[in-house]
């Protein structure tokens, strides 16, 4: 018979009985104050430089290996530093050695030529740890590597044709950014994979319909936008009520036995009749089937002009002017679009699309903003709001 297993010696860290995964200085230390040691490393009292500190001076202060005379522990077999553990390397040894193999042109054996930005961005990075992890987990490091062999074309039609996910646009975006692809509106191709799983949930003769609407209609005026930097996240919304509005419509001329080529002004009105609200969405959408030849005689009945009635007496609206002049616990960006829509009655819409160059600060300190053409001066204190909402923006992280 054997007798009872012995007890693990007490780790001279936490304290706590666990198997030693290294002795320093002839005490044990565990697996988990190992760790904890390699990933933060420290200044040395003795030597002053950035290093893991599992040794003790005659002081009882934590040194690193150099100082108390002991052979390394942590440091990294292929540079020596002790800084950013990974392992048994460095993080950016291993980060170095991972990215090489991950981005090597096998018929060149050098990193791939139209990926060699990625690379060095990869050796940039703050952390190396984090992207290491990314490489372990996620499904854009292996895309980057089929591209690098040569499996998958560097470009956007290979991303048109992967998977539209938090990963492929995560990805396209960073090669877009590095310059390896050249710039796309994302919010126009994302709508791209969106369109074709919607076509695939309707009947062929409907999608065709529905998908040369999408490409020559709605695609082509947001493409429009975009080129005048005049794109907007509603319009984009706008695009996509549009189409599956268009699909519902196709639907409903199915269920009562007409088609788009037969119908007529009567079954327009009655499915605008049976679903109110509808006419914004199908407006684009019969225009489109008028222009197209494929029905000419349907119109979408005007409908009389809707006037918002005022709800906020002069009272209440000049309290509000003087709320957002003076409440500085409301972030900048809200007091000067209320103040923009409560002085100058500008809509919403037009304040969201407003850009720096439209505001103009003298010489004398005087603030102007050119809504359309004309530069109108701001009152006080309105123009000391936007000199330091204009500060604040550009020491901004994230837009």
């Not at 060149?108 to 490489?135: C, E, G, K, S």
């Not at 197209?292 to 009945?301: D, E, F, K, M, W």
């Not at 002017?321 to 009655?345: E, K």
Request: proline content about 6%; charged content about 20%; aromatic content about 6%.
């Amino acid at each position: 018979m054997t007798g009872p297993a012995s007890k693990p010696p007490a780790c001279s860290r936490c304290g706590i009985n666990r198997p030693a995964s290294i002795t320093v200085q002839g005490k044990s230390i565990c697996q988990g104050c190992r760790t904890r040691l390699q990933r933060n490393p420290g200044p040395c009292p003795g030597c002053r430089q950035h290093r893991v500190l599992a040794f003790h001076d005659r002081q009882n202060r934590q040194i690193c290996a150099g100082c108390a005379g002991e052979k390394p522990t942590y440091s990294c077999r292929r540079c020596g530093r002790e800084d950013n553990c990974y392992g048994r390397n460095c993080g950016p040894c291993t980060l170095t050695e991972r990215a090489t193999e991950l981005l090597t042109d096998p018929d060149t054996a050098q990193i791939h030529q139209q990926l060699q930005p990625v690379f060095n961005a990869l050796m940039n990075v703050d952390r190396p740890q984090t992207t290491l992890y990314w490489f372990r987990r996620s499904e854009g490091p292996r895309i980057l590597h089929r591209m690098a062999t040569g499996e998958l074309q560097i470009s956007h039609e290979t991303f048109q044709q992967l998977p539209s996910n938090k990963t492929t646009n995560y990805l396209r975006d960073f090669l877009t950014a590095l310059g390896v692809l050249p710039h796309y509106e994302a919010r126009i191709e994302r709508m791209l994979p969106w369109l074709e799983d919607l076509l695939d949930t309707i009947p062929k003769a409907d999608a065709d319909i529905i998908r040369r609407f999408a490409h020559w209609r709605v695609l082509r005026h947001l493409r429009q936008k975009a080129a005048h930097d005049e794109l907007t996240k509603s319009m984009v919304l706008q695009g996509r009520a549009q189409i599956k509005g268009a699909a519902r419509f196709l639907a409903w001329l199915t269920r009562h036995d007409t088609t788009l080529a037969g119908m007529g002004q009567a079954d327009l009105e009655r499915y605008l009749i049976t679903h109110p609200g509808s006419e914004t969405s199908q407006h684009a959408f019969i225009g489109w089937v008028r222009t197209s030849g494929i029905n000419t005689s349907l119109r979408i009945p005007k409908q009389p002009r809707r006037f918002s009635s005022v709800t906020m007496s002069e009272e209440e609206r000049w309290g509000h002017v003087q709320t957002l002049l003076h409440d500085q616990t409301m972030r900048h960006y809200t007091r000067i679009g209320g103040l923009f829509m409560l002085l100058f009655a500008q809509p919403l819409t037009t304040i969201c699309r407003m850009h720096a160059d439209q505001v103009t600060v003298t010489d004398d300190g005087q603030v102007t903003v050119t809504f359309e053409r004309t530069p109108i001066l701001m009152p006080e204190p309105l123009d000391r709001i936007i000199i330091e909402h204009m500060n604040r923006r550009g020491q901004a992280s994230y837009a």
